[in-house]
């Protein structure tokens, strides 16, 4: 990797970073000192992913790839959190994933394994450790520039959903039968593959994108 590419993926995790810290605050301004149990949020993550992605021998499951990488992103929430709440977010981090080696495909089992991995050290250490997440992000496979562009379409739904009633249980998670998450991916698509918007506006577009559609198929 050339300078100027780790200097974008450096750029890449402080903008995620950012944003992570900025919605934390909005869940609690003095989150750093709840003693939030990070660790449990993300294994109990791995075993929502792993039913998304399919495992069950007794049926047949086809994985539902979108969904998987939402979850993916879930844990990074998490993850991001932990990393900053410990002081062990280091620049080093946006490199070595975006210069990960990724499969041509999916793998099926090496990417189960690298969740259970991933579900395993969480437990064990009560933190997060990047290699076991590398891995599931490398058999998926998730390219880093797409981590980040679903990581900020996460965030914004995470911070829509509080808007609209999330800690106080009025928000509706289904919009005429489909999760939000679903709703997510199709309105990222539509808000990134506009050329014209910038990268900055991104967050603030897709956001006045879900507010449209959650008002019109939610309302009474």
Known sequence: MTQDTDNAAVAMLHNMAHMQVEHNAQVHPDW???GYEYYRAIWV??????????????????????????ELVDIWHFALSELIRADRLEDNIGPRLAGL???????PEAFRQAIE???????????????????AMQNLPMSYGELHDLYIGKNVLNRFRQ????KTGTYQKSWQGREDNEH????????????????????QQ???????????????
């Open 206 to 220: 897709l956001y006045q994108a879900l507010k449209g559609r959650y008002e019109k198929l939610t309302a009474a």
């Open 101 to 107: 080696t990724l499969a041509a495909e999916p793998q």
């Open 184 to 203: 997510l991916v199709e309105l990222l698509g539509v808000v990134r593959g506009d050329s014209s918007i910038p990268l900055a506006e991104v967050p």
């Open 163 to 166: 808007d609209h009633g999330y």
């Open 32 to 34: 750093r000192q709840q």
């Open 45 to 70: 993550e791995c075993a929502e992913m792993l039913d998304h992605f399919g495992w069950k021998w007794w049926k047949k499951q086809a994985a539902d790839i979108d969904q998987v990488k939402l």
């Open 117 to 135: 991995k991933l579900a395993l050290s969480t437990l064990r250490t009560r933190s997060f450790e990047l290699e076991p997440f590398a891995a």
